[in-house]
């Protein structure tokens, strides 16, 4: 049985990931360059980095799907805040991906694309961090959780 609702059961998951994988990707650079891991072994950060942009997008998706039941509880301009922080981050993630694919690339374009698929990775874990924020101050400071325990208040102004 999914939990209801399921968007905090999966918010988690993209910032944890996105705060991984700038670091799983400063160890691979580092383990290339010292000649312990074959530019192969790139593929792991790849990899991370996809599973970051398909839990954002699910994480997106269910929050836009429980948008309109907080909206009873939390004025429609905070949550429009969050939800476009969110589809930030997820572009960026994006963007990321196709950076960090990139370092798969023989030769010099992959001698370019890990290290800047990795300066990029850094920017998408202050994005997330910045979403996870927004969202925590839905819950703690607006109410949010109370669309979902109590008979709700109008929304603050």
């Known amino acids: 049985m999914l939990p209801d609702p399921l968007h905090p059961a999966v918010v988690h998951l993209p910032i944890a990931l996105a705060l ?62 969050h939800h476009d ?9 994006a963007i990321t991906l196709v950076a960090i694919g990139a370092g798969l690339a023989p030769g010099r374009a992959g001698s370019f694309a ?3 698929g990795f300066a990029l990775s850094l920017g998408v874990a202050g994005l997330a961090a910045d979403v996870g924020h927004t969202g925590g101050m839905l819950v703690y400071e607006h109410g949010a959780a109370s669309a979902y325990t109590t008979e709700a208040p109008p929304p603050a102004p």
């Open 85 to 93: 922080r969110a589809e930030r981050f997820l572009w960026a993630a």
């Open 20 to 81: 991984l994988v700038p670091l799983v990707a400063l160890f691979a650079l580092a383990a290339a360059r010292l000649g312990w891991l074959s530019v192969r072994g790139w593929a792991f950060v790849v990899l991370l980095q996809a599973l970051l942009v398909a839990s954002g997008w699910l994480a997106v998706e269910t929050g836009e799907a429980q948008e309109e039941r907080v909206e009873k509880v939390v004025a429609e301009r905070i949550i429009d805040d």
């Open 114 to 116: 890990r290290p800047f």
